[in-house]
């Protein structure tokens, strides 16, 4: 069925360091990835997108790569800091008539200070 | 703060009660998505609306129903609540320029945290 998952649960890192958060989807249909920043008792808050078209997105110390071979996208932070701790959601879409996101179960960026 | 409003807060109410949620949209927003978020579901898509029409439904109850106003916000009824239904209820929207906004950026409202007893 429809999934995208999550290889790692936590990750923790130190501060400064580069931090990398994995995701898995499995509908080789989906174009359309999103990465999602949830902090402790607030919505996700966008981070980054993608399109199938592409192979790689950079924004604010963050890239996403997807590598649709094998239907694999990350996230890169650099230089992470203690603000950066949350849960991290992959998502995507693979109906373009509609906008509906299939997400990821989330990853918990633990950084030490 | 992503422009997207969501009342109440919290909510505490019996099982078999009723409730409403209520979503306002970021300003021009055509598009209002309800999202479900449990522990042992994660983040659930339930039901887009699109400039006031039913775009797309998730794996929302029957006795779950939403409507999206001429004004274009939203409300969520959840009915016969079961200690289940206990869960965040994020609403999002987008901008809707694309046709049933697929591919679009959603931004989420704070969710309004659903406690039945």
């Known amino acids: 069925g429809e999934s995208v998952g999550l290889h790692l649960p936590t990750l923790s890192v130190q501060e400064g360091d580069n931090s990398i958060i994995n995701c898995a989807y499995s509908?080789?249909?989906?174009?359309?990835f999103i990465w999602y920043k949830q902090e402790s008792g607030k919505g996700p808050q966008f981070i980054i997108d993608?399109?199938?078209?592409?192979d790689k997105r950079q924004g604010q110390r963050v890239t996403v790569l997807l590598n649709k071979t094998v239907k694999h996208l990350s996230l890169q932070i650099a230089a992470t800091q203690p603000g950066d701790s949350a849960v991290y959601f992959c998502?995507?879409?693979?109906?373009?008539?509609?906008?509906?996101?299939?997400f990821g179960q989330g990853t918990t960026l633990q950084v030490k200070p | 703060d992503s422009g997207v409003t969501q009342t109440p807060k919290h909510l505490i109410t019996a099982t078999g009660q009723r409730v409403t949620l209520r979503c306002s949209p970021r300003?021009?927003?055509?598009?209002v998505y309800w999202y479900q978020q449990s522990l042992d579901q994660g983040l659930q898509f339930l039901i887009q609306?699109?400039?006031?029409?039913?775009?797309a439904k998730g794996n929302i109850l029957e006795r779950f129903s939403a409507q999206q106003f001429p004004d274009l916000h939203s409300e969520l009824n959840l009915s016969s609540l079961e200690l289940g239904d206990s869960a965040l209820y994020f609403c999002?929207?987008?901008?809707?320029?694309?046709?049933?906004?697929?591919?679009?950026?959603?931004?989420f409202g704070p969710g309004t945290r659903l406690l039945v007893l």
């Open positions: 999002a929207s987008s901008a809707g320029w694309a046709s049933g906004s697929g591919r679009e950026t959603q931004y």
């Open positions: 509908n080789s249909a989906s174009d359309y």
């Open positions: 993608i399109r199938s078209n592409m």
């Open positions: 998502a995507e879409n693979n109906d373009g008539n509609t906008g509906k996101l299939i």
């Open positions: 300003s021009g927003d055509l598009s």
């Open positions: 609306y699109y400039n006031g029409e039913e775009r």
